[in-house]
């Protein structure tokens, strides 16, 4: 189901498909896993992140994001205050050993990753080592899922050199980011992982590289939203609302700088739904 849902509505993402499918099955799979699974999702908005990790919660849980199992955390509502940084660590560690506690199968995913106070998170590191137990208790069945921007300027680096030298998008490896994708988003000041241990001790098992989207994925958004809605598409309307999406760099006008994020309210303009 989690392969299907991926390769039915996440468009342009080759190498996300394919590391998490291989990194949530692989690790439900192992019945002795050494550590909790910790995926970092990082790019430009409207990419797919906050849908990957809806995708994910569906794949195991019954109720998907809705389940009791699965926790939510975003950065600016629920750490807004820097100086709240201590009180915030204790209510994080209190709130990841009680609900482990409860379902050693728990979800947990950190939104905003890079407007979170710099320090907030190392406070889960003990949760993400290889720890068999820890005042009793195993996270060594839970999942661990962070959502970034942080790095995104990196990715769309990469993706742009494999473009102006004529190589196709897909032929990115994730060998050809991971390493300097985990090393940009350490020492970026702005980011919640900016020089954290989660990094330094190799505690994230992925940094998933979420590309910029191109005139036509954002295409395709807009036709699986149309057909969601129960409308038959109208190639005309569909062309425009993605004509009317901003893109970069702004000479070769590539990428949309917010990916699929606006085309539902796109949608409402255009059709009387």
Known sequence: ALQENLDKRLFGQHLVS??????????????????????????????????????????????????KYVHQFVATLHFPHAHSINLYKDQLQSWIRGNVSICPRSLFIFDEMDKMHAG??????????????????????????????????KITEVALDFWRNGRSREDIQLTDIQNA?????????????????????????????????????????VRVEIESRGFAVDEDILSRIAEEMTYFPREERIYSDKGCKTVDAKLDYYFDF
């Open 18 to 67: 394919k590391v998490v499918v291989k990194a949530v099955r692989g690790f439900l799979n192992n019945t002795n896993a050494k550590k909790p699974l910790a995926l970092s999702l990082h790019g430009w908005t409207g990419t797919g992140k906050n849908f990957v990790s809806k995708i994910v919660a569906e794949s195991i849980y019954k109720r998907g994001l809705q389940s």
């Open 120 to 153: 907030l998170i190392d406070s889960i590191k003990p949760f993400l080592d290889y720890y068999e137990l820890l005042d009793g208790v195993s996270y060594r069945q839970a999942i661990f899922i962070f959502l970034s921007n942080a790095g995104a300027e």
């Open 181 to 221: 994708l985990s090393v940009s988003v350490f020492n970026n000041k702005n980011s919640g992982f900016w020089h954290s241990t989660l990094i330094d001790k190799n505690l994230i098992d992925y940094f998933i590289p979420f590309l910029p989207l191109e005139y036509k994925h954002v295409k395709m958004c």
